[in-house]
């Protein structure tokens, strides 16, 4: 009948409308749900202080708690394919937290500027600045095998240098002023062809002066403090001497000048000297004054026991008037 049709139309429109509002319905609340799960997350990580968080293998227990890990993620809303990326840790009630007090500050970054490189700091003109390339130990500075060219600025206090195996190529005055402590300077095997004259001559302390193995070709003024000096394997020719160089120096006690282009002893020769090493010369001759006083028999320089010429063409037993005074013949050719 009319009515029944009607009636059947009714019902198949009310089915359908429950269905379409069904199917409406999920994707709603699907969106509900996502939007409301930020603001659980936020008020999940409300209480951490992510400012002061320091996580390291002491505390990792206390912050952390993983018997509660998966609870911090809800893993029906992932792919199959996972990611795992870095989890911060599950926050806990404020007053559970342990105190761990005030961390340091990460220092900030600070942004680039075109003012060109920056360049170090001077270095003041009493400090000691040899100390930085050298080792200064006490009143000793050991710059050996440093690679220096030159003499560095000395601590006023020193008193022995070492600045043996360098490129030292020259010593000028100005190297050792003001160093009235400085007993030992010692600059074997370097470059060095000159000196000034007055490199050593105003050192009131100077006691030891070495050096060996360097391209002298003569020796400044020294002072009347000096007690040794070794000058071995340099160039020095007897013009290379001032006349009389050694005779006031009255507490000189050893004089090494082997290995050089001498050609002749250098006279005189002060009464405290008990060491004298002058082979591989160039010495042919000598005086009967070169160690004892001609006119004086009497005289012994019981001192000197210690004489070097071999490796130079000098006959001695030509000068047997020479060796009186001495308690020991000199060492060298006597035929």
Known sequence: TPAG????????????????????????????????????????YENLDLDNYDLTLDNYGEILDLSNYEELYDYG???PKIEVGTLAPRPKDPAALPDLGTTAQTPKLQPPTTAGPVRPAPVPPQGLPSCLLCLCIGTSVYCDDANLEHIPPLPPETTYLYARFNRIGAIRASDFTGLKKLKRIDLTSNFISWADMDAF?????????????????????????IVRLDARLNRIPSTGLRPEAFRDLKQLQFLHLSDNQLDSIPVPLPESLRSL???????????????CDSQDHSQIRRALEDIRLDGNPINLSLFPNAYFCLPRLPTGRFF
Do not use: Y
């Open 5 to 44: 049709c009607r009636m059947r139309t009714l019902a198949w429109l009310g089915i359908a409308s429950l269905c379409l509002g069904a199917a409406w319905a999920v994707p709603a609340k699907e969106e509900r749900r996502k939007a409301e799960k930020p603001k659980a997350d936020l008020a999940l």
């Open 277 to 291: 090493h002058l082979q591989n010369n160039n010495i042919q001759t000598m005086h009967e004054d070169t160690f």
């Open 77 to 79: 809303d992932l792919a």
């Open 201 to 225: 001559r105003l050192l009131p302390s100077l006691q030891e002066l070495i050096l060996p193995e360097n391209r002298l070709t003569a020796l400044p003024e020294l002072p009347r403090s």
